[in-house]
Structure formats: C-alpha cells, structure tokens
T-cell receptor, first 115, second 112 residues
Framework: EPEVTQTPSHQVTQMGQEVILRCVPI?????FYWYRQILGQKVEFLVS????????KSEIFDDQFSVERPDGSNFTLKIRSTKLEDSAMYFC?????????????FGPGTRLTVT | SQQGEEDPQALSIQEGENATMNCSYK?????LQWYRQNSGRGLVHLIL?????REKHSGRLRVTLDTSKKSSSLLITASRAADTASYFC????????????FGAGTQVVVTP
C-alpha cells in the first residue's frame, strides 16, 4: 500500500541553524501538507501546498519557514534559523486530486530537537 | 477558537469491551476525520465522515456525526490490546481547503 515517507526520522540541530525536512508524498497525490506536534500538545497545521503554490498557511508559518517541491517526488520544509520552540514532531501529509475533501495520509514524522 | 475537542481525555478498558469517545467542534465542517497515533509514532487515518453523512462503519469502527450538535463519536467494538493508542478527531472547516484542525485526543488503554 502506498505511504508517505519522511527523512530523517530524527534531526538534532543547534539554535540558529537551518534545517530541511524531507517528505515523499503518495505518488498520485496533488495536495501536500505540513503539520507539527509539540510534545504533549495538539497536532497543528502549518501549511498546505498545491500546484507549486502555498494554498493556505497558519500563523506559525512565518518568514522562517518555507516549502518547496524541488522535483516530481519530494516535498520539503525548511526552517531558516531554528529556535528552541521549533522542537517538535513534524508530519508531512498528502491527499488526492480533490484535496482536503478527501483523506489526508500522514508520514511517520521527523522529530526535530533544537538545542 | 478551539476545534475538535475529544472526551474523555483518557479511557481504560479491558479487551473485548467497547470503547466510545466523542468529539465536539465549533465551526461548519466539510468533513471530520479520525486518526490513531501510537506513542511517539505517526498518525494513521481511520475513517472520514462527510457533513452530509450520519454514520459510517469500517471493520470494528463506527463513527457518527451530528452536525446539529456539532459532535461526532467513534466506537471501537470488541477492543484488543493492539487498539491501545491515542485517538484524534480532525475537522476540515467549510472555509478551508485542506487545513485539518485537531483535538487534543483521547488516550485509550486496552488491558488484556
């Protein structure tokens, strides 16, 4: 069964460093998302992406964040200058041709630890 | 505003019993989705129910939706130890294309 994959599974970085989290969505999906979950808290929406554009973003997704689909398979989240409060589990998700009207399938997550 | 609040926060049952958890939300929704998360792991999609549906089944799962009360319930029948996990509801508001809003989840422990 097709699944969303994410790399790395765990990333440790120092405050102020740039990180890139990578995702490979399900191959025939067209809508892509990033969410994060700070330990013990709710899963929070960051951004949605369709047709090489951001379609929606939350207040969390400020100028320090960017997303890109550099090729036909990868979808990345970049944090330019990490802060301690960026430590969280980051989930990538994708959904089919009708976007949010259909199921969003999540990857296993990347645990980001900022020291 | 908070969306997708589950109750109870925690539920402890024995194998074979049914587990019921509820979700309330505030806005008009397009659909509501239930997810399972094992400790420290990813989110597994369980079931999606649309705003024009009232009930849906998938294996041992039964989901109901009452849009007049802005609430949903997830019933797991004949629970197994492997059902031990956190369960989240997530709503897609009618004014959003893809932003799911998650609740805090119900932590379910099934003891053999």
């Amino acid at each position: 069964e097709p699944e969303v994959t994410q790399t790395p599974s765990h990333q440790v970085t120092q405050m102020g460093q740039e990180v890139i989290l990578r995702c490979v969505p399900i191959s025939n999906h067209l809508y892509f998302y990033w969410y994060r979950q700070i330990l013990g808290q709710k899963v929070e929406f960051l951004v949605s992406f369709y047709n090489n554009e951001i379609s929606e973003k939350s207040e969390i997704f400020d100028d320090q964040f960017s997303v890109e689909r550099p090729d036909g398979s990868n979808f990345t989240l970049k944090i330019r200058s990490t802060k301690l409060e960026d430590s969280a589990m980051y989930f990538c998700a994708s959904s089919g041709p009708r976007g949010g009207e259909y199921e969003q399938y999540f990857g296993p997550g990347t645990r980001l630890t900022v020291t | 505003s908070q969306q997708g609040e589950e109750d109870p926060q925690a539920l402890s049952i024995q194998e074979g019993e049914n587990a019921t958890m509820n979700c309330s939300y505030k806005t008009s929704i397009n659909n509501l989705q239930w997810y399972r998360q094992n400790s420290g792991r990813g989110l597994v999609h369980l079931i999606l129910i649309r705003s024009n549906e009232r009930e849906k089944h998938s294996g041992r799962l039964r989901v109901t939706l009452d849009t007049s009360k802005k609430s949903s319930s997830l019933l797991i029948t004949a629970s197994r130890a492997a059902d031990t996990a956190s369960y989240f509801c997530a709503t897609l508001s009618t004014d959003s294309w893809g932003k799911l809003q998650f609740g805090a989840g119900t932590q379910v422990v099934v003891t053999p």
